[in-house]
C-alpha cells in the first residue's frame, strides 16, 4: 500500500501554489490536539510539503520549527524560501501565516537517504512492547476523543498499559513505550513521522498539569520507515520553572530507529 | 566577576550595525574547529547576540541552526528578522553571510528567566566527576592545539580519563562527561551557553572516524547558569548510514540542568 490522496495525511497537508514560493493550505478540522488547536506536528507537516516541492532531494533530513501563535482551522498562507541547494542535501525555510499573522516558522534540511552510504552503529534498544492486539487503545478505553482532539481519531496509540490520568488519576510517569500508526492505514514516510513525534499527549499530562504548549520542535530523520505499526519511545525528564524538554524516538517494523525528536513546551 | 568586553567571547561575537536587521561580523581566527573552519557554536553566538539586541526578552530559550556551508574567518553579514514579539517570549531569526552566500541560518526564542515561575521536576542527575583539578586537561596532555582547533585555546575541558582517541588510539567509547569553562574566566550566559554545546571535539572521534559536518543544531537553555565550572554529559548512540546526532547537557555548579543540546551531523 502506499500513500496516496485518498489518506487524511496527504489531503489535509496538501496545499495550492499560489505564485512564486506561494502556498494557500486549509488547515484542516482533522487534526486538532487537545485543546482545539490545530496539532503542531501537522502545521510542520504541511510547511515541509509544500517546501519539499522547490528541493531536488526527496528525503525530509532534520526540521526545527518555532511556534509563535496557536493554529486555528481555516485558510492559511505558507511561504517559503530555499537557502541552499547543494548536492547532497537541499534547505530551505517555510513561514505559515494565518491572517497575516506568523503560526510557526521552520527550518529544514532534506537529502536523498538512497545515497546514504555511511557507518551504522546503534547503542540502544527499540522498545519492548507486547504486540498491538495485546495492548491497550486509550481511545477505545476513554470511548470519545477528548478536549476535541480530533487527531485521536487520524493517529492510533496502543500502551501496554493506560497512563493514570486517561482514568482522571495521574500517576506521575513521564515514560511511555508504545505503538503508534495513522488509523487508515497510510504507510509513514519521513515527512508524516515529523507529524507523528507530535502526536500523542504530552506525557507530562500524568503529571497532573493542565496542558503544554510547544516553543520548539526539531525532528531529525534517520530511515526511510518500513511499512507497519511503529514504536515510540517518550520521555520527559527535565521540568525546570514550568518549561520541559519532551523527548520522542520512532523506530520501524524492521527494528531501526526512524525518527527522533525533542520539543520544548511550557505548562500554561 | 561579569561579562565584559575585553573577554575573547564578547569582543569576537560583537557584531556592527549597517542599517535596518542588517549587521557586520569580522568572523575571528580564534574559534576554529578540528579542520580550521569557524566553530559552529561560535557563529550561532554571533547570530544570536546581534538579534538579542532587537528582543526585549534578555535571555536565549532555544535556537535552532540549520548549517548549509563552513564558514571561513573574515568579514561576514548578519541579517536578522523578527518573527514575534510576545509578551512571555520574542521569536526571530538571523542569516550569516560570506560573500553573500549562506552559512548558517538560525531561529530563537528568548524569554525572561527571571519571570518564569512555574514546576520544577527533575529526573536525572549531575554527571559525577573528581574535581576539575584532578582531572586531565586534555590540550595540555597533547602539548598542541590539534588539527588548527583554536577554540581549545578559548574554552577548556577536564576529563576524568583522557578518550583513547586523544593518544591515537580510539577506544569506542561515545558518551563523554566532563568540565568546561571560558579558559579567561568569563562566565558564561544563555548566549554562551549555545557556543559551548558545541566547543567539544565530537564524542564519535574515539570510533576512529575522520571528522563530522554539523548538518543542524538546537540548544534550549534551562536556566541562567551560576559561575564556575560546568558539568557537561555528551552522548551519541545512533550512527545510521553515515549521521548521528549528538546530545550534549551543561548543568552549572548550583547542581541544575542549564543547557541541552542535540545536533545532527555527518561523517564525511
Not at 499573522?101 to 540502544?124: H, P, Q, Y
Not at 496509540?157 to 495513522?182: I, K, M, N
Request: charged share 25%; net charge negative; with cysteine.
Amino acid at each position: 500500500m502506499t500513500a496516496t490522496a485518498s489518506h487524511a495525511f496527504d489531503t489535509d497537508t496538501a496545499s495550492t501554489r499560489l505564485g512564486d514560493h506561494e502556498y494557500g493550505l486549509e488547515v484542516s478540522d482533522r487534526w486538532k490536539s487537545f485543546g482545539g488547536h490545530a496539532n503542531g506536528g501537522y502545521l510542520i507537516a504541511a510547511c515541509l510539503q509544500a517546501l519539499r516541492r522547490e528541493l531536488p532531494q526527496p528525503d525530509l533530513l532534520s526540521a526545527s520549527a518555532h511556534y509563535l501563535r496557536p493554529g486555528s482551522v481555516g485558510p492559511a498562507r505558507i511561504r517559503t524560501e530555499i537557502a541552499r541547494i547543494g548536492r547532497r542535501t537541499g534547505a530551505g525555510q517555510a513561514v505559515l501565516t494565518r491572517d497575516d499573522r506568523e503560526i510557526i516558522r521552520v527550518l529544514a534540511t532534506f537529502t536523498d537517504f538512497s545515497a546514504a552510504r555511511g557507518r551504522t552503529l546503534v547503542r540502544n534498544e527499540p522498545p519492548s512492547l507486547p504486540a498491538p492486539d495485546r495492548c491497550v487503545d486509550p481511545m477505545a478505553a476513554l470511548g470519545a476523543t477528548p478536549g476535541g482532539a480530533t487527531i485521536g481519531e487520524q493517529v492510533e496509540f496502543r500502551v501496554p498499559e493506560l497512563p493514570g490520568f486517561w482514568r482522571g488519576e495521574p500517576g506521575g510517569t513521564t515514560t511511555v513505550d508504545c505503538w503508534a500508526r495513522f488509523t487508515d492505514d497510510r504507510p509513514a514516510d519521513p515527512i508524516a513521522l515529523a507529524l507523528l513525534v507530535d502526536a500523542a499527549a504530552p506525557v507530562i499530562f500524568d503529571l497532573g498539569v493542565p496542558g503544554s504548549s510547544t516553543i520548539e520542535l526539531t525532528v531529525h530523520i534517520r530511515r526511510r520507515p518500513a511499512p507497519g505499526w511503529l514504536r515510540c519511545r517518550i520521555a520527559t525528564n527535565y521540568v525546570i520553572d514550568g518549561f520541559h524538554e519532551e523527548d520522542f524516538e520512532i523506530w520501524d517494523s524492521t527494528g531501526s530507529l526512524v525518527a527522533q525528536s525533542r520539543q520544548l513546551a511550557l505548562i500554561p
